[in-house]
Protein backbone atom coordinates (compact mmCIF):
# COMPACT_ATOMS: atom_id res chain seq x y z
CA UNK A 1 0.00 0.00 0.00
CA UNK A 2 2.76 2.13 -0.03
CA UNK A 3 2.71 3.36 -3.53
CA UNK A 4 -0.49 4.61 -2.97
CA UNK A 5 -0.59 5.39 0.56
CA UNK A 6 -1.09 9.75 0.20
CA UNK A 7 -4.26 9.04 -1.62
CA UNK A 8 -5.93 6.30 1.22
CA UNK A 9 -4.98 8.58 3.63
CA UNK A 10 -6.91 11.32 1.71
CA UNK A 11 -9.66 8.65 1.22
CA UNK A 12 -9.61 8.09 5.44
CA UNK A 13 -9.74 11.90 6.45
CA UNK A 14 -12.56 12.67 4.66
CA UNK A 15 -14.84 9.66 6.16
CA UNK A 16 -15.22 7.58 2.57
CA UNK A 17 -14.80 3.92 2.86
CA UNK A 18 -12.39 2.38 0.56
CA UNK A 19 -11.18 -1.31 -0.45
CA UNK A 20 -7.88 -2.43 -0.68
CA UNK A 21 -7.14 -5.74 -2.85
CA UNK A 22 -3.55 -6.56 -1.65
CA UNK A 23 -1.18 -9.58 -3.44
CA UNK A 24 -0.36 -11.69 -0.56
CA UNK A 25 0.73 -14.79 -2.05
CA UNK A 26 2.86 -15.18 -5.98
CA UNK A 27 4.15 -18.47 -7.66
CA UNK A 28 5.70 -19.13 -10.87
CA UNK A 29 5.85 -16.41 -13.32
CA UNK A 30 3.48 -13.32 -11.63
CA UNK A 31 3.43 -10.58 -12.71
CA UNK A 32 3.45 -8.11 -9.18
CA UNK A 33 5.12 -8.84 -6.29
CA UNK A 34 3.30 -9.60 -2.59
CA UNK A 35 2.45 -6.37 -1.46
CA UNK A 36 0.97 -4.78 -4.36
CA UNK A 37 -1.98 -3.49 -3.89
CA UNK A 38 -5.25 -1.71 -5.66
CA UNK A 39 -8.34 0.31 -3.42
CA UNK A 40 -11.32 1.24 -4.87
CA UNK A 41 -13.45 3.87 -2.98
CA UNK A 42 -17.40 4.16 -2.90
CA UNK A 43 -17.40 6.43 -5.63
CA UNK A 44 -15.70 3.55 -8.17
CA UNK A 45 -12.46 5.58 -8.27
CA UNK A 46 -9.17 2.80 -8.39
CA UNK A 47 -5.54 3.77 -7.94
CA UNK A 48 -2.86 1.39 -7.53
CA UNK A 49 -2.56 -2.24 -9.03
CA UNK A 50 -1.97 -5.98 -8.21
CA UNK A 51 -1.27 -7.70 -11.52
CA UNK A 52 0.21 -5.12 -14.11
CA UNK A 53 -3.13 -5.23 -16.26
CA UNK A 54 -3.92 -9.16 -16.11
CA UNK A 55 -6.70 -9.19 -13.83
CA UNK A 56 -7.19 -5.37 -12.75
CA UNK A 57 -10.71 -5.91 -13.88
CA UNK A 58 -11.65 -9.21 -11.98
CA UNK A 59 -9.74 -7.32 -8.65
CA UNK A 60 -12.06 -4.17 -9.22
CA UNK A 61 -15.21 -6.03 -8.94
CA UNK A 62 -13.92 -7.91 -6.08
CA UNK A 63 -13.39 -4.85 -4.25
CA UNK A 64 -17.01 -3.40 -5.32
CA UNK A 65 -18.50 -6.52 -3.85
CA UNK A 66 -16.44 -5.94 -0.30
CA UNK A 67 -17.51 -2.59 -0.05
CA UNK A 68 -21.10 -3.56 -0.46
CA UNK A 69 -21.09 -6.69 1.68
CA UNK A 70 -18.92 -5.17 4.16
CA UNK A 71 -17.14 -8.52 4.25
CA UNK A 72 -13.09 -8.92 3.51
CA UNK A 73 -12.40 -11.73 0.57
CA UNK A 74 -9.22 -14.04 -0.30
CA UNK A 75 -9.46 -15.05 -4.18
CA UNK A 76 -6.87 -16.81 -6.02
CA UNK A 77 -6.26 -16.46 -9.50
CA UNK A 78 -4.49 -18.75 -11.96
CA UNK A 79 -3.86 -20.18 -15.03
CA UNK A 80 -5.71 -22.52 -16.55
CA UNK A 81 -7.44 -23.44 -19.66
CA UNK A 82 -10.87 -22.77 -18.68
CA UNK A 83 -10.25 -19.12 -16.98
CA UNK A 84 -6.47 -18.40 -18.05
CA UNK A 85 -8.20 -15.38 -20.68
CA UNK A 86 -11.70 -15.04 -18.13
CA UNK A 87 -9.32 -13.26 -16.11
CA UNK A 88 -6.33 -12.58 -18.45
CA UNK A 89 -3.67 -13.91 -15.93
CA UNK A 90 -1.96 -16.05 -19.37
CA UNK A 91 1.64 -15.38 -17.80
CA UNK A 92 1.11 -19.03 -15.95
CA UNK A 93 1.68 -17.80 -12.92
CA UNK A 94 -0.96 -17.54 -9.62
CA UNK A 95 -1.69 -14.47 -7.40
CA UNK A 96 -3.41 -15.05 -4.17
CA UNK A 97 -5.21 -11.51 -3.38
CA UNK A 98 -6.94 -10.37 -0.20
CA UNK A 99 -9.55 -7.77 -0.25
CA UNK A 100 -10.56 -6.04 3.09
CA UNK A 101 -13.19 -3.47 3.05
CA UNK A 102 -11.95 -0.28 5.13
CA UNK A 103 -14.63 2.23 7.03
CA UNK A 104 -12.62 5.10 9.21
CA UNK A 105 -12.57 4.75 12.45
CA UNK A 106 -14.25 1.23 12.37
CA UNK A 107 -10.60 -0.67 13.22
CA UNK A 108 -7.87 0.84 14.87
CA UNK A 109 -5.27 -1.43 13.62
CA UNK A 110 -5.82 -0.03 10.00
CA UNK A 111 -6.97 3.45 11.24
CA UNK A 112 -3.18 3.75 12.66
CA UNK A 113 -1.45 1.80 10.30
CA UNK A 114 -2.69 3.70 7.15
CA UNK A 115 -1.88 6.94 8.55
CA UNK A 116 1.63 5.23 9.88
CA UNK A 117 2.21 4.43 5.97
CA UNK A 118 1.57 7.98 4.90
CA UNK A 119 3.36 9.80 7.13
CA UNK A 120 6.67 7.34 6.76
CA UNK A 121 6.45 6.27 10.03
CA UNK A 122 8.22 1.97 10.39
CA UNK A 123 5.12 0.13 10.71
CA UNK A 124 4.38 -3.99 10.67
CA UNK A 125 0.67 -4.27 9.07
CA UNK A 126 -0.52 -7.85 10.53
CA UNK A 127 -4.19 -8.87 9.32
CA UNK A 128 -5.40 -12.77 9.14
CA UNK A 129 -5.86 -13.69 5.25
CA UNK A 130 -7.27 -16.78 6.66
CA UNK A 131 -8.70 -18.39 9.31
CA UNK A 132 -11.86 -18.76 11.90
CA UNK A 133 -14.08 -16.63 11.10
CA UNK A 134 -14.18 -14.28 13.96
CA UNK A 135 -10.67 -13.73 12.77
CA UNK A 136 -10.78 -12.85 9.04
CA UNK A 137 -9.82 -9.54 8.34
CA UNK A 138 -8.43 -8.76 11.73
CA UNK A 139 -5.47 -6.12 12.26
CA UNK A 140 -3.03 -5.17 14.20
CA UNK A 141 -0.56 -2.24 13.48
CA UNK A 142 3.00 -3.01 15.24
CA UNK A 143 5.46 -0.31 15.53
CA UNK A 144 8.99 -0.68 17.22
CA UNK A 145 6.85 0.08 20.81
CA UNK A 146 3.42 -0.04 20.46
CA UNK A 147 0.92 -1.89 18.35
CA UNK A 148 -2.84 -0.96 17.75
CA UNK A 149 -6.05 -2.80 17.28
CA UNK A 150 -6.90 -6.49 18.28
CA UNK A 151 -7.57 -9.93 17.55
CA UNK A 152 -9.27 -10.62 20.69
CA UNK A 153 -12.53 -11.80 19.48
CA UNK A 154 -12.73 -14.22 21.52
CA UNK A 155 -10.34 -13.77 24.48
CA UNK A 156 -9.80 -16.86 25.63
CA UNK A 157 -8.63 -18.33 22.51
CA UNK A 158 -6.82 -15.52 21.02
CA UNK A 159 -4.93 -14.00 23.53
CA UNK A 160 -1.73 -15.73 22.78
CA UNK A 161 -2.44 -15.91 19.14
CA UNK A 162 -2.35 -11.80 19.71
CA UNK A 163 0.74 -11.98 21.86
CA UNK A 164 2.55 -14.43 19.66
CA UNK A 165 1.35 -11.91 16.22
CA UNK A 166 2.59 -8.62 17.70
CA UNK A 167 5.96 -10.11 18.57
CA UNK A 168 6.73 -12.51 14.83
CA UNK A 169 5.31 -8.72 13.07
CA UNK A 170 7.34 -7.03 15.19
CA UNK A 171 10.58 -9.23 14.40
CA UNK A 172 9.56 -8.97 10.48
CA UNK A 173 9.37 -4.98 11.22
CA UNK A 174 12.81 -4.91 12.18
CA UNK A 175 13.89 -7.10 9.42
CA UNK A 176 12.23 -5.19 6.56
CA UNK A 177 10.43 -8.62 5.35
CA UNK A 178 7.24 -9.27 4.30
CA UNK A 179 5.38 -12.58 4.51
CA UNK A 180 2.65 -14.66 5.29
CA UNK A 181 2.39 -16.18 9.37
CA UNK A 182 0.96 -19.07 9.85
CA UNK A 183 -0.16 -19.50 13.84
CA UNK A 184 -2.17 -22.11 15.67
CA UNK A 185 -4.81 -20.50 17.93
CA UNK A 186 -2.50 -20.72 20.66
CA UNK A 187 0.11 -18.92 18.98
CA UNK A 188 2.23 -21.61 17.98
CA UNK A 189 4.06 -21.59 14.21
CA UNK A 190 2.23 -24.69 12.31
CA UNK A 191 1.68 -25.79 9.12
CA UNK A 192 -1.07 -24.00 7.02
CA UNK A 193 -2.46 -27.03 6.08
CA UNK A 194 -3.69 -27.90 9.47
CA UNK A 195 -6.92 -27.19 10.64
CA UNK A 196 -8.00 -24.21 12.86
CA UNK A 197 -4.81 -22.03 12.08
CA UNK A 198 -4.57 -18.26 11.34
CA UNK A 199 -2.94 -17.07 8.37
CA UNK A 200 -1.53 -13.49 8.29
CA UNK A 201 -0.25 -11.20 5.90
CA UNK A 202 2.70 -9.24 7.40
CA UNK A 203 3.41 -6.31 5.77
CA UNK A 204 6.71 -3.79 6.57
CA UNK A 205 6.83 -0.75 5.82
CA UNK A 206 9.85 1.16 6.33
CA UNK A 207 11.68 4.22 4.88
CA UNK A 208 13.15 3.74 1.41
CA UNK A 209 16.40 2.07 1.07
CA UNK A 210 19.24 4.36 0.57
CA UNK A 211 21.59 4.98 -2.52
CA UNK A 212 24.79 7.19 -1.79
CA UNK A 213 26.47 8.19 -4.39
CA UNK A 214 29.92 9.25 -4.04
CA UNK A 215 31.81 11.59 -6.44
CA UNK A 216 29.62 14.66 -8.00
CA UNK A 217 30.70 13.77 -11.33
CA UNK A 218 28.45 14.25 -15.02
CA UNK A 219 27.57 10.78 -14.50
CA UNK A 220 26.20 10.84 -10.70
CA UNK A 221 23.42 12.82 -12.47
CA UNK A 222 22.51 9.98 -14.63
CA UNK A 223 23.11 7.17 -11.44
CA UNK A 224 20.79 9.90 -9.40
CA UNK A 225 17.40 9.82 -11.69
CA UNK A 226 17.73 5.90 -12.03
CA UNK A 227 18.60 5.65 -8.56
CA UNK A 228 14.95 7.67 -7.60
CA UNK A 229 13.16 5.91 -10.30
CA UNK A 230 14.03 2.62 -8.52
CA UNK A 231 12.63 4.28 -5.19
CA UNK A 232 15.90 5.35 -3.43
CA UNK A 233 16.61 7.83 -1.49
CA UNK A 234 19.55 8.86 -3.18
CA UNK A 235 22.26 11.34 -1.65
CA UNK A 236 25.60 12.60 -3.28
CA UNK A 237 28.25 13.24 -1.59
CA UNK A 238 31.69 15.11 -3.05
CA UNK A 239 34.13 16.80 -0.64
CA UNK A 240 34.83 19.70 -3.71
CA UNK A 241 31.73 22.39 -2.75
CA UNK A 242 32.12 23.60 -6.60
CA UNK A 243 30.85 20.75 -7.63
CA UNK A 244 28.22 18.78 -4.61
CA UNK A 245 25.42 21.66 -5.58
CA UNK A 246 21.63 21.12 -5.62
CA UNK A 247 21.70 23.29 -8.98
CA UNK A 248 23.65 20.15 -10.36
CA UNK A 249 21.56 17.68 -8.58
CA UNK A 250 18.05 18.39 -8.54
CA UNK A 251 16.38 15.00 -8.34
CA UNK A 252 19.11 14.24 -5.10
CA UNK A 253 17.04 13.44 -1.58
CA UNK A 254 20.42 15.45 -0.41
CA UNK A 255 23.66 16.89 -1.81
CA UNK A 256 26.52 16.62 1.05
CA UNK A 257 29.51 18.61 0.67
CA UNK A 258 32.22 15.95 3.08
CA UNK A 259 34.78 14.07 2.56
CA UNK A 260 33.00 10.45 2.06
CA UNK A 261 35.02 8.46 4.72
CA UNK A 262 33.88 11.13 7.10
CA UNK A 263 30.66 11.42 5.62
CA UNK A 264 30.05 7.57 5.52
CA UNK A 265 31.41 7.37 9.39
CA UNK A 266 28.12 9.65 10.00
CA UNK A 267 25.76 7.42 8.58
CA UNK A 268 26.54 3.71 10.49
CA UNK A 269 23.23 4.51 12.04
CA UNK A 270 21.24 4.97 8.84
CA UNK A 271 22.05 2.37 6.37
CA UNK A 272 21.09 -1.10 6.66
CA UNK A 273 21.24 -4.39 3.90
CA UNK A 274 19.69 -2.53 1.30
CA UNK A 275 21.77 0.65 1.06
CA UNK A 276 23.29 0.59 -1.86
CA UNK A 277 27.05 3.24 -2.24
CA UNK A 278 27.95 3.85 -5.83
CA UNK A 279 31.41 5.26 -5.84
CA UNK A 280 32.05 7.13 -8.96
CA UNK A 281 35.57 9.47 -7.50
CA UNK A 282 38.29 6.69 -9.37
CA UNK A 283 40.49 9.14 -7.30
CA UNK A 284 42.22 7.54 -4.93
CA UNK A 285 42.89 9.69 -1.88
CA UNK A 286 38.79 9.48 -1.97
CA UNK A 287 38.04 6.08 -3.01
CA UNK A 288 40.93 4.28 -0.11
CA UNK A 289 39.62 5.74 2.63
CA UNK A 290 35.82 5.07 1.77
CA UNK A 291 36.47 1.50 0.36
CA UNK A 292 38.49 0.50 3.42
CA UNK A 293 35.11 1.47 5.65
CA UNK A 294 32.71 0.47 3.40
CA UNK A 295 33.59 -3.43 2.40
CA UNK A 296 33.75 -3.80 6.08
CA UNK A 297 29.80 -2.69 6.90
CA UNK A 298 27.00 -4.89 6.12
CA UNK A 299 25.43 -2.84 3.43
CA UNK A 300 23.38 -4.73 0.12
CA UNK A 301 25.89 -3.41 -2.27
CA UNK A 302 29.08 -1.25 -3.28
CA UNK A 303 30.33 -0.24 -6.49
CA UNK A 304 33.26 1.81 -7.88
CA UNK A 305 33.84 3.45 -11.20
CA UNK A 306 37.41 2.80 -12.89
CA UNK A 307 39.41 1.19 -15.62
CA UNK A 308 40.52 -2.42 -14.87
CA UNK A 309 43.57 -1.04 -14.22
CA UNK A 310 42.53 1.42 -11.41
CA UNK A 311 40.74 -1.64 -10.25
CA UNK A 312 44.11 -3.41 -9.94
CA UNK A 313 45.55 -0.73 -8.25
CA UNK A 314 42.75 -0.30 -6.11
CA UNK A 315 42.93 -3.73 -5.30
CA UNK A 316 46.20 -3.43 -4.42
CA UNK A 317 46.20 -0.58 -2.11
CA UNK A 318 43.39 -2.27 -0.20
CA UNK A 319 45.66 -4.95 0.89
CA UNK A 320 47.89 -3.01 1.83
CA UNK A 321 45.31 -0.99 4.35
CA UNK A 322 44.21 -4.67 5.88
CA UNK A 323 41.23 -5.95 3.65
CA UNK A 324 40.89 -9.54 3.15
CA UNK A 325 40.93 -11.51 0.49
CA UNK A 326 36.97 -11.84 1.01
CA UNK A 327 36.20 -7.84 2.05
CA UNK A 328 37.97 -6.79 -1.28
CA UNK A 329 36.04 -9.52 -3.23
CA UNK A 330 32.38 -7.91 -2.05
CA UNK A 331 33.88 -4.87 -4.27
CA UNK A 332 31.28 -4.75 -7.49
CA UNK A 333 34.25 -3.27 -9.86
CA UNK A 334 34.34 -1.53 -12.65
CA UNK A 335 31.11 -0.90 -11.88
CA UNK A 336 27.74 -1.89 -13.27
CA UNK A 337 27.30 -5.03 -16.42
CA UNK A 338 28.80 -5.00 -19.37
CA UNK A 339 25.93 -3.12 -21.64
CA UNK A 340 28.59 -1.89 -23.99
CA UNK A 341 27.33 1.93 -22.58
CA UNK A 342 29.48 5.03 -23.55
CA UNK A 343 27.02 7.85 -22.16
CA UNK A 344 26.20 9.11 -18.68
CA UNK A 345 22.42 7.61 -19.02
CA UNK A 346 23.89 4.29 -21.22
CA UNK A 347 26.09 3.67 -17.82
CA UNK A 348 23.36 4.42 -15.16
CA UNK A 349 21.21 1.82 -16.75
CA UNK A 350 24.22 -0.45 -16.45
CA UNK A 351 25.05 0.48 -12.72
CA UNK A 352 21.25 -0.29 -12.03
CA UNK A 353 20.96 -3.30 -13.80
CA UNK A 354 23.54 -4.46 -12.00
CA UNK A 355 22.24 -3.35 -8.36
CA UNK A 356 19.12 -4.74 -9.86
CA UNK A 357 20.46 -8.18 -10.79
CA UNK A 358 22.60 -8.49 -7.00
CA UNK A 359 19.48 -7.81 -5.16
CA UNK A 360 17.14 -9.75 -7.08
CA UNK A 361 19.59 -12.68 -7.39
CA UNK A 362 19.45 -12.27 -11.18
CA UNK A 363 21.68 -14.41 -13.71
CA UNK A 364 22.59 -10.96 -16.33
CA UNK A 365 21.81 -13.78 -18.92
CA UNK A 366 19.73 -12.75 -21.73
CA UNK A 367 15.79 -13.68 -20.62
CA UNK A 368 15.35 -15.85 -24.15
CA UNK A 369 18.75 -17.70 -23.44
CA UNK A 370 16.82 -19.35 -20.37
CA UNK A 371 13.82 -21.66 -20.22
CA UNK A 372 13.30 -21.75 -16.77
CA UNK A 373 11.03 -18.74 -14.33
CA UNK A 374 12.08 -15.57 -15.10
CA UNK A 375 11.27 -13.94 -11.74
CA UNK A 376 13.80 -15.17 -8.76
CA UNK A 377 12.71 -16.11 -5.18
CA UNK A 378 15.24 -16.48 -2.73
CA UNK A 379 14.81 -18.46 0.34
CA UNK A 380 15.27 -17.08 3.89
CA UNK A 381 18.13 -18.87 5.93
CA UNK A 382 15.43 -21.26 7.24
CA UNK A 383 14.39 -22.53 4.12
CA UNK A 384 11.07 -21.28 4.17
CA UNK A 385 9.71 -19.12 0.53
CA UNK A 386 10.77 -15.39 0.61
CA UNK A 387 7.48 -13.58 0.00
CA UNK A 388 10.12 -10.19 -0.98
CA UNK A 389 13.87 -10.13 -1.40
CA UNK A 390 16.08 -10.59 1.02
CA UNK A 391 18.72 -7.83 1.50
CA UNK A 392 22.07 -9.00 0.80
CA UNK A 393 25.59 -8.40 2.93
CA UNK A 394 27.77 -9.35 0.72
Given amino acids: MQDIAEQLRSWHASGRSFAVATVVGVSGSAPR??????????????????????????????????????RPVLERFGYSDEDAFAVGLTCGGVLDVFVQPIVPGADPGL????????????????????????????TVAVTADAHHGSLSTAPSTTAALERAVVAEARAMLDAGRSGKLVLGLDGRPCDE??????????????????????????????????????????????????????????????VVVDWPHRYLDTQLERIDGRTVLCVLTHDAKFDIPLLERALRLPVGYVGAMGSRRTHRDRNA???????????????????????????????????????????????????????????????HPDGSPESVPRPHAA
Avoid: N, W
Fill in 33 to 70: DPGAALAVDTAGEAIGSVSGGCVEGAVYELCQEALASG
Fill in 111 to 138: DVGIECIASGTPVALARVIDGPAGLHGA
Fill in 193 to 254: ERHGVAVLFVESYVPAPRMIVFGAIDFAAAVVRIGKFLGYHVTVCDARPVFATERRFPEADE
Fill in 317 to 379: RLREVGLTEAEIARLRSPIGLDLGARTPEETAVSVAAEIVAHRRGGSCLPLSAGTGPIHHHLP
